[in-house]
């Protein structure tokens, strides 16, 4: 598992200081900011769910960005193998200050569900100058470890406690947290469309569910599914770009 430093304040891109990030967290997206009631919201967690390409990990970057060149820090645990290349093109793409930019992101790898679990329970460590963890995927290793019935409970409340540990952190310091999860075909679902791993457990502790798909035209939908101040069924369209995400262009 490796820890990349972290560092205080933040930067423009003509190196001047920013102000402290204030209310919600951005999400580096205009459209998914309106989505979501301006951003990411503090004191609670956010689920991204959706099926490979959708867009979850560029999301989680884009926010962890955005709200770093904002002059916030944010801790981004990475149990999917990410991409450095990406990484600093997006770094590149939003700012001319990357290498300032980057210090105020906090990297932690973790190659199974122990470390997984450990770097999670070190967020504590860093919680207090954050406003955005990120936890990419929740259930990665889950999926790998849910083998039986008797292990698969055991793994899933094992990432429902992770989950709540975050939620804890997110409630005492007023930060953000952000989970991406992974979905399965169920048989059984009237709409045929895959579901998230974890179900009602992850659902449970999440204040905010947010479902991203492939849409026409190369593009990306977001479908809000949980939101303790606004409707289900609302959307917006983005696309995954160089710099990021950004907003659909009309076609």
């Known amino acids: 598992?490796?820890?990349?430093?972290?560092?205080?304040?933040?930067?423009?891109?003509?190196?001047?200081?920013?102000?402290?990030?204030?209310?919600?967290?951005?999400?580096?997206?205009?459209?998914?900011?309106?989505?979501?009631?301006?951003?990411?919201?503090?004191?609670?967690?956010?689920?991204?769910?959706?099926?490979?390409?959708?867009?979850?990990?560029?999301?989680?970057?884009?926010?962890?960005v955005a709200v770093a060149k904002a002059g916030g820090e944010a801790l981004y645990v990475d149990t999917e193998g990410l991409s450095v290349e990406r990484f600093e093109q997006i770094l590149d793409g939003q700012t001319d200050e990357a290498e300032a930019v980057a210090r105020n992101i906090v990297v932690t790898e973790a190659t199974d569900f122990e470390e997984q679990a450990e770097a999670v329970r070190d967020a504590a460590e860093f919680a207090e100058r954050m406003d955005l963890i990120v936890l990419?995927?929740?259930?990665?290793?889950?999926?790998?470890?849910?083998?039986?019935?008797?292990?698969?409970?055991?793994?899933?409340?094992?990432?429902?406690?992770?989950?709540?540990?975050?939620?804890?952190?997110?409630?005492?310091?007023?930060?953000?947290?952000?989970?991406?999860?992974?979905?399965?075909?169920?048989?059984?679902?009237?709409?045929?469309?895959?579901?998230?791993?974890?179900?009602?457990?992850?659902?449970?502790?999440?204040?905010?569910?947010?479902?991203?798909d492939r849409y026409k035209g190369g593009n990306r939908r977001a479908i809000l599914e949980k939101h303790r101040a606004k409707p289900e069924g609302e959307q917006a369209d983005f696309q995954i770009t160089g710099a990021g995400i950004e907003d659909a262009e009309r076609r």
Request: glycine residues 14%; negative net charge.
């Open 136 to 212: 990419d995927s929740a259930t990665g290793f889950y999926r790998l470890k849910r083998t039986g019935d008797a292990e698969r409970g055991d793994t899933l409340r094992a990432v429902a406690d992770q989950v709540t540990h975050l939620l804890a952190l997110a409630r005492k310091h007023d930060l953000a947290v952000v989970l991406t999860n992974q979905v399965f075909s169920d048989p059984e679902s009237e709409s045929g469309r895959p579901k998230p791993l974890g179900g009602h457990t992850l659902s449970h502790w999440t204040g905010t569910i947010v479902r991203l």
């Open 1 to 64: 598992m490796n820890v990349a430093p972290g560092n205080t304040g933040g930067f423009s891109t003509d190196g001047d200081q920013l102000p402290p990030v204030t209310d919600d967290v951005p999400t580096g997206c205009g459209a998914l900011d309106d989505l979501l009631g301006g951003g990411f919201e503090r004191g609670t967690a956010t689920q991204l769910y959706g099926p490979p390409g959708a867009g979850k990990t560029n999301l989680a970057l884009s926010a962890s």
